[in-house]
Structures are given as C-alpha cells and as structure tokens.
C-alpha cells in the first residue's frame, strides 16, 4: 500500500462521501461546507444538498458536483431551508431549550395552519390527497421521543379510524422479519429525518411491500425521500438536544392525522369533528397560561433537584407523557427516572417506593382517574413523595399529593397537548438548579446518525 506522501494532491478540492450516515452539501456564496445536519451551516447558507448512500461530493473553487461510486455524474436538486438563521439564535433566552418549549404555541398554529378548516369541519392534508383509505393495520416505527409521540399516535388512531396499530422501537423492528405487506402502512417519525435506525426500518419495510407515511421536520431529509408520503411537523430549526417542541409538533400532526383519516373512513362522526375542532384554537391560549406559570415550576425543581430517583406514572394517553416526561429529566439532569404504565404499579416497582424517591403522577380525567387517585394512595401509604399533575379545581387532587401542578381544562385528546409543557420545563429547571449542561449534555447528539 503507497505512504500518504506518495498519493497524488489535488489542493483546492474536498471530497466527501456518504455511506450510511448522513452527509449535506451547503452551498454559500462562493463557499461550500459538509455537514451531517443543516443547523451547522445554517449562519452561512440556506441552501443545501442531500447525499444518497454511495454518492460522491466533490467542491472546489469551481463549483460542486456529485458522482455516484461508479463514477458517474448525479443530478442533485439543491432545496431552499425554510428556517431563518435567527432561529438559529438564544433569543435572550438563558438556553435553546427553554427558548423552544416558549415557541410551542406558535409552533402548534404553525402545525395546523392550512390543516384545520373550522368553516368546513374538516381537516385536511394536501400531501395526502391520493392517501389510500384500506389499509388494514398500521405499525409505528420510531426511536427515543418520536417513539413516544408514535404511542400517542397509536391511541388517537385506533379510537379515531379504528384499525389495529404496533409501536415498535426501530432499533428493535430493523434486526427482525416483521410481518408486512401492501396493506400495511409503515408510520415513520423522526426529527431530523436522519435516524439511522429508523432509515434501515422504512428500507426493511419498503422490501416487504408496505407503504410508509414519513412524519418528519426536514425538508429533503433521507427519510423523506424513502416514504411515499410525507407530513411536515412545521417545528422550525431546533437546536436543544432534549427535543420539545418537535415533540409537540408530532403529537400534533398525529393527532389531526387521526382526525383526518377518521372522517375519510367515516369512522369518526361529523358531531365528534365538530367539537374537537371547536377546541383546537383555545390550544395556544392555554400554553401560554402555562408558560405563564414558569416560576411556579422553577420553585418546585428547587425542592427536588437533590433527589436521586423518580417514577413517572400516568394511564392512557398521559402513559407516553409519563415516558417523555421521564427521558427528559434523565437526559438533562442526568437522575435516575423511570416512565411507567400505572396500572404496573403492583406488579414490582411499588417495591422502589421510600422517602427518598420521588413520584411524578400524571392524574388525567376520565374513567382511569380514580384508579390514579388509588396510586397516589399507594405512595403516600409508603411515605413517597408525589408530584401530581391534574386539570385545574380539580380538589381532590389536592388533598392527596405533596405538590399539584394543574393544567387548564380541555377535551381529553388534547391534554397531552398541555401536559407537557410543564413537564418539560420541570426537567429544565432540575437541570438548570443542578449545573448541569442543558443545551449540550453528556453522550448525546441531536441527531442519532449512527447505531
């Protein structure tokens, strides 16, 4: 094999090549730069490149071409970012994390914007105008958040459209022999549209003759060119590694997905449309209510940020928040937490519950409500300490946990839509009481490119 020193040199040209992981040509003015996510560029230039597996960059002072390995040339479509470099900035917020959980309402009008038609009763999709309506099961293949938000999904698609759905984590969906066919539509969520597990799921999928349904928030990401549909989440640039407002922006746009495919089925009544659409533009208005309380979260991190372990409960649509809810404090603040189906309480973990450790009890409305109450009773019973989060004026609550955090009521298919809010800014503040790097923190990246 030849030394380096005897390779031919080529000064004033770069290469880079893709394979597996992703890679983006930005291409600025008179400058071009190589990035596995836009974000890096973005200052710079807003036009980029997407790279294909096997494909070959080539920039000089010249311009820039693309090659496939087998020497020939590509034709590359160059898209324009749609994200304002000022996005890109703090804001005069302390960190991008706190500054994207305030962006949330904006980002859930955003999300619906053009979608919900209050003047018709209808919501609509102009990516899905030739959507077929028979499929008969739909399965979700998703990683980290995104998987969380694919279980809300699940819960708004079964009570909506009423087919069978699976969540699968897609690290775990890739390395077995799903059974797939042309009646099943593969629900592909992702941030960044970059996941490599999730990649490898849609191409193990589409070998098997599914048809996938991208739910992603980058235009021109690998994903999106993989599925043969494409819901944008309309989340803008974000740049906090603990995802907030892209999550919002799933849960959303898989919410009015329900909806949407619900009416198209006829599965779901023009009365039920009705007033679930009635309620979606108080949505906002009640976000910034609870954005409006920080404070009272801040001093209630205060009081917590020394405990070493949490349970997160909740039943239902409030079981894929108790998970987020979870993974947020643990990613940050690096405590010990554990997401958990309260209705598994008696079936092990009740064994954990001391002093010491503390409880966060998403309470709900609906039939699973007392069985919640009973839960916390439980707690208490064994000197836990709980931290419930319930629908304003709701008393009991009140009586039975340490600390209440209450959200503003609203129909139960939207609660998730609130609950979150201060359930993030409680993992900020416990991070932020800790020290702890809540932007950046420790063996994470944004975008998961690799295995």
């Known amino acids: 094999m030849p030394c380096a020193s005897s390779l031919p040199r080529n000064p004033g040209v770069l290469y880079g090549v893709r394979q597996f992981s992703p890679l983006i040509l930005g291409i600025g003015d008179g400058e071009y730069f190589l990035a596995s996510d836009v974000p890096a560029f973005l200052e710079y230039t807003r036009k980029a490149v997407f790279l294909e597996d096997g494909e070959i960059v080539r920039v000089s002072r010249d311009g820039w071409e693309v ?19 000022v996005s890109a900035e703090r804001g005069g917020f302390k960190h991008f994390m706190l500054k994207e959980i305030h962006e949330q309402p904006r980002v859930f009008e955003d999300t619906i914007a053009g979608r919900v038609n209050l003047a018709r009763g209808e919501v609509e999709f102009e990516e899905l105008e030739d959507f077929p309506l028979d499929f008969s099961r739909v399965v979700a293949v998703a990683c980290g958040t995104a998987c969380h938000a694919g279980m809300l999904g699940k819960l708004y698609l079964e009570d909506f459209v009423r087919l069978p759905v699976d969540v699968e984590y897609a690290s775990e969906f890739r390395y077995r022999d799903p059974l797939l066919d042309e009646k099943t539509l593969v629900l592909a969520i992702s941030q960044s549209g970059e996941t490599a597990d999730t990649l490898r799921a849609v191409e193990l999928a589409k070998q098997k003759g599914a048809r996938v349904l991208a739910v992603c928030n980058v235009l021109g990401s690998s994903l999106t060119r993989l599925a043969d549909w494409t819901v944008y989440t309309r989340a803008g640039i974000e740049i906090g590694v603990a995802s907030t407002k892209a999550f919002l922006a799933q849960m959303t746009v898989l919410l009015l997905f329900g909806l949407f495919w619900g009416r198209k089925k006829k599965t779901l009544s023009s009365r039920m449309m009705e007033s679930l659409l009635e309620e979606i533009p108080t949505i906002p208005r009640k976000m910034r209510t609870l954005l409006s309380r920080e404070e009272d979260i801040h001093a209630l991190a205060r009081e917590f ?51 010491d450790v503390a409880s966060f009890v998403l309470v709900g409305q609906g039939e699973r409500r007392l069985k919640v109450l009973g839960n916390i009773e439980e707690i208490k019973a064994r000197r836990g300490k709980v931290i419930a989060l319930c629908n304003e004026g709701d008393g009991e609550v009140w009586e039975k946990a340490d600390y209440v955090v209450e959200i503003p009521k609203t129909l139960e298919v939207f609660s998730p839509l609130l609950a979150i809010v201060p359930l993030q800014l409680f993992a900020y503040y416990v991070a932020l009481e800790k020290g702890c790097d809540v932007d950046q923190p420790r063996n994470l990246a944004k975008s998961v490119t690799v295995e």
């Open 67 to 85: 090659f496939h390995r087998t020497g020939e040339k590509c034709s590359k479509t160059v898209f324009a970012v749609p994200w304002d470099p």
């Open 305 to 355: 940020y020394l405990f070493k372990d949490f349970l997160y409960l909740g039943r239902g649509l409030y079981y894929p928040l108790a998970l987020e809810g979870a993974l947020k404090l643990k990613e940050i603040s690096y405590i010990h937490a554990e997401g958990l189906a309260a209705g598994e309480m008696k079936h092990g973990p009740i064994a954990l519950i001391e002093p």
